[in-house]
């Protein structure tokens, strides 16, 4: 097992997902966590064979800077500093960290030094598969000089150290992150990390989450009903899947809001598959028109998300005491690790807040989880790793393949004011892009794809008479988590063929257009 020590970088639960991903149980803890006894003995702490310092948006000479337990450098376990990790190992015992001219952003080269690593490096330095590689970096701070014992053994193109390793201690630092997928050879070197450095066993796998995810539900749950809000999406049906399977299906109750700001289909679609994995108690509360009416006259995206948000809270609390349930229940939810980080509440509660989520944090929730009865099975899961689960869950292909959808819907993805109007028409046309993809086995190939309908409108032809029609946008992009995304090279062909298609079928719809702005600077949704 490998332990990561989170200081507040976005990227830090991919560290440990990363490692899983390697087949070796890894956990995300607070930075500063104290290592008293009482948690070295802990839990959290059996098996441990190595330590991963994280990155950080912050810089170590300030404040803000979070700090470890002085412990992690005098516990003889191996070190693996990370970015900001790195720069914390080096000013922590006695180097020098100081602010760029200017931030290092995206694929930096690094070449290795010609040195040969001192013997106890060398499975380490193995990882490293080609002497000069891009790296992914994002950092405005440097090392401008080492600490005692340590020594630079891979260089920036910037002039800067990006690998650096200490002469005796199994401690190593990389200025760059291994965990992003832009790093080239990152996993290598988590992997030599992990099994050559820690000496980490190969032994974790989907069925061992799903037997912990068992035990710590028998241990919390008992025999108290447990309410799960389904969204619709692949989270929250993996994370129903996953309490039938683990609980008595007669205690689980799914609930599941048709907001009328769903794809086409998806209140069907969601039904047929939680009956398929034996749900009990499926309550679908239809509230279309409370959601239009809340939303009429509303054009600003925060005004929009926010109303859609307390609107889905009124509801739901409404919905909830409808249900009758002691107050003993436990309330879970389908939230990955992703959804916390973006809304300002991952592990350490330190990265920054990027956009309201309104599945996080809601009176109910609130109450819930100060009352110790939340139940977040998927919250150290990424996408992918939830996907998995699905398979090994059974749970119907057409809903784990099913790329995310936000929570806010078609609200988010009409801009401007939204109508029902606009929404039968948005279903309509990106049902029609969706489909296409999956006949021409493009769908699988694109993390996330869906069509934006725009609040401006432009001039055409059908036949011989003026059309003034609603201009349509399609988004398909690549990421492996959502947190950055690159546009999807689509085909020219397909592009022209769907948007024929799509202008043909759906009348009010006279253009189309294709988004290609990756993220960053854009964000994958339109509001
Ligand atoms: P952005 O637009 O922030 O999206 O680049 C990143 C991922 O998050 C999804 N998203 C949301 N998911 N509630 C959700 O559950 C939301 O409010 C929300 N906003 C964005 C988005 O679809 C993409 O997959």
Known sequence: KILVLDFGSQTTALIGRRIRELGVYSEVIPGDTPLTDE?????TCKGVKGLILSGSPESVYTKEGSVPDPKVYSCGLPLLGICYGLQRMTYDNGGKVEALPKREYGGVGVTLDDADPPPHALSFINGFKKKSFTAWMSHGDTLTR???????????????????????????????????????????????????????EKNWTMEHYVEEVRRSLAARVEKNPVLLLISGGVDSTVAGALLLKTLDPDHVHLMYMDTGLMRKDETKTVKVALEKLGARHLHIIHCEDEFLAKLKGLEDPEAKRKAIGDLFITIQEREVARLGLPDS??????????DLIESGKGVGKKAHLIKSHHNVGSPLVDAKRKA????EPLDKLYKDEVRALGRLLVVDEEVVRRHPFPGPGLGVRILGEVTKEKCDILREADAIFISELKKRNLYDEIWQAFAVLLPIRSVGVAGDVRKYGWVLALRAITSADGMTADVYPFPTKDLLEISTLITNEVQDIGRVTYDISSKPPATIEWE
């Open 372 to 375: 110790g009865r939340i139940i």
């Open 329 to 338: 229940y436990f309330l879970a939810q389908g939230t990955l690790y992703t």
């Open 39 to 43: 948690f070295l003995a802990s839990d």
């Open 146 to 200: 080492l600490a005692p014992g340590f020594l630079q053994f891979g260089t920036s193109e910037t002039g800067f150290p990006a690998v650096v390793i200490h002469e005796s201690k199994s401690w190593f630092g990389l200025q760059f992150h291994p965990e992003v997928t832009h790093s080239e050879g990152g996993l290598d070197i988590l992997a030599a990390y992990t099994f050559g450095v820690c000496r980490c």
